[in-house]
């Protein structure tokens, strides 16, 4: 069987006496997509957070490619630009161009060379629609295109695994899509994701495999047929029935 991209075993992590993380296990297949979905202050951000160790954890592993890359003293660099992260407030950088906001990090970490890395950048550009916006500023671009262009500043530092934390949650309604069409994108081109998600439709559609979080614990997983159509814990029946 071939080893998992991502496994996490046994991962816990608390604040002070809140204990957030209550013992996460997870296997996930190279190219897959996973959705996590639940109330909020389930855990979901933590999770995330833990899993490219922008948080230490407190117990449990996190192995990239079989590698422990949790274990304390371990150079975080490395790891952080093979795992990327989106969130729901972009940052883009407003005294700089979308091109410059994106060819800043790979310019400094990669030290990938000018000419090289413009034409990566635009390529991207292009591969998501806003070819014709790369040397905007990020007030003349609509909070969508600012998401996209968020997406893009952490695909061009090469990512193996990408992670998204409620990205279209602060988007007017009218700009959701074009952002999803960005991950659906993502998906075909063979991208492992993970997503927090108050997205229930495309979830459905997309996901290879839903997991339901409660608690601090993943209640509930399987293909979305299963989770949205049959769930089986009475928790993730009463979540679905107050956002469906
Ligand atoms: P979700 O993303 O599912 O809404 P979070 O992971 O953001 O859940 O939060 C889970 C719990 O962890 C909440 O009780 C929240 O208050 C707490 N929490 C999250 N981040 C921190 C932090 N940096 N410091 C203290 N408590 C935190
Ligand atoms: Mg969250």
Do not use: W
Not at 80 to 96: A, D, E, K, T
């Amino acid at each position: 069987m071939p080893e998992a991209k991502l496994s996490l075993r046994g991962v816990e992590k608390s604040f002070g006496a809140n204990q957030v993380l209550r013992g996460i296990d997870m296997e996930v297949t190279e190219g897959e997509m996973i959705c996590l979905i639940g109330a909020s202050g389930s855990g979901k951000s933590t999770l995330l957070r833990c899993i490219n160790q922008l948080e230490p954890i407190d117990e449990g592993r996190v192995l990239l490619d079989g590698q422990d890359i949790s274990e304390p003293g371990l150079d975080l660099g490395p790891v952080r630009r093979r795992i990327g992260i989106v969130f729901q407030s972009y940052n883009l950088f407003p005294h700089m161009s979308a091109l410059e906001n994106v060819t800043l990090a790979p310019r400094r970490v990669l030290h990938e060379e000018a000419t090289a890395l413009q034409a990566r950048a635009a390529t991207l550009f292009a591969r998501f629609g806003l070819a014709e916006h790369m040397l905007k500023y990020p007030d003349q671009l609509s909070g969508g295109q600012q998401q996209r262009v968020a997406v893009i500043r952490a695909l061009a530092m090469r990512p193996e695994i990408m992670l998204f934390d409620e990205i279209t949650a602060a988007l007017d309604p009218e700009l959701v899509g074009e952002v999803l069409a960005v991950l659906r994108q993502l998906r075909e081109e063979g991208m492992t994701m993970l997503l927090a998600t108050h997205e229930m439709g495309f979830a459905r559609d997309l996901a290879d495999r839903v997991c339901f979080m409660d608690g601090g614990v993943i209640v509930e997983e399987g293909p979305p047929e299963q989770i949205f159509s049959a769930p089986q814990v009475a928790r993730t029946q009463a979540f679905l029935a107050s956002v469906l």
